[in-house]
């Protein structure tokens, strides 16, 4: 176990929603960082948040946006969702903007 | 970002060492090389990482070549546990300072009795 939990564990949207995840990081971390994993692919990143700002982006249209809260906590928010984001959500924190990051459980969105 | 090449499965019988190989010719002189695991549908789990110098931790060991372009990471004795995709990355660093780990497709290492 990592300490890394994400919520919900599973969830189904419909084309057109919109939908938020949410990201506790292990304690004393102050670095976030959000992927998503497409049936049988590696991870991709989506972006990072270092103490409450955006540290860096992956190839993610607008529509995928976060947030990081003083506690370092995070959400993952995807605006207008499309079949193609039916995705597991990955969530990982790490102590700080270098060090290695630590993988919560993931949360699988299915969009119908 | 550099790419790494991994060979698509391995097996392995319990109790032996597994050895896991990884190219990653483009990596550059201050990239790190990562690898972490991914039992299936769980989050990946971080195994071990290093800059030149051969790593050791309770899980695992690290092996770089001298001239950095691959690695080898060792199970030194594996279990039934141990299966898993196993990704060897080179971590790039953003421009503000954090950074990103690209997965490629991994290494689906089966381990039987």
């Known amino acids: 176990e990592t300490g890394v939990t994400q919520s919900p564990t599973h969830l189904i949207k419909t084309r057109g929603q919109q939908v938020t995840l949410r990201c506790s990081s292990q304690s004393g971390h102050n670095t976030v960082s959000w992927y998503q994993q497409a049936l049988g692919q590696g991870p991709q990143f989506i972006f990072q948040?270092?103490?409450?700002?955006?540290?860096g982006r992956g190839n993610f249209p607008p529509r995928f946006s976060g947030l990081q809260f003083p506690n370092y906590s995070s959400e993952l928010n995807v605006n207008a969702l499309e079949l193609d984001d039916s995705a597991l959500y990955l969530c990982?924190?790490?102590?700080?903007?270098?060090?290695?990051?630590?993988f919560g459980p993931g949360t699988r969105l299915t969009v119908t | 970002d550099a790419k790494t090449t991994q060979p698509t499965s391995m097996d392995c019988a319990e109790g032996r060492a597994a050895n896991l190989p990884c190219n990653h010719s483009?990596?550059?002189?201050?990239?790190?090389v990562y690898w972490y695991r991914q039992i299936h549908s769980q989050g990946p789990q971080y195994i071990i990482h290093g800059l030149k110098n051969n790593e050791t931790n309770e899980m695992a060991s690290l092996i770089i070549t001298e001239d950095r372009k691959s690695s080898t990471l060792i199970l030194p004795h594996a279990t039934l546990r141990d299966t898993a995709v196993y990704y060897c990355?080179?971590?790039?660093?953003?421009?503000?300072?954090?950074?990103?780990?690209?997965f490629g497709t991994g290494t689906q290492l089966k381990v039987e009795l």
């Open positions: 948040y270092y103490r409450e700002e955006e540290n």
């Open positions: 483009t990596i550059s002189g201050n990239e790190y």
């Open positions: 990355i080179v971590r790039a660093i953003l421009t503000g300072g954090g950074n990103k780990l690209t």
């Open positions: 990982a924190s790490s102590l700080a903007r270098g060090d290695e990051q630590y």
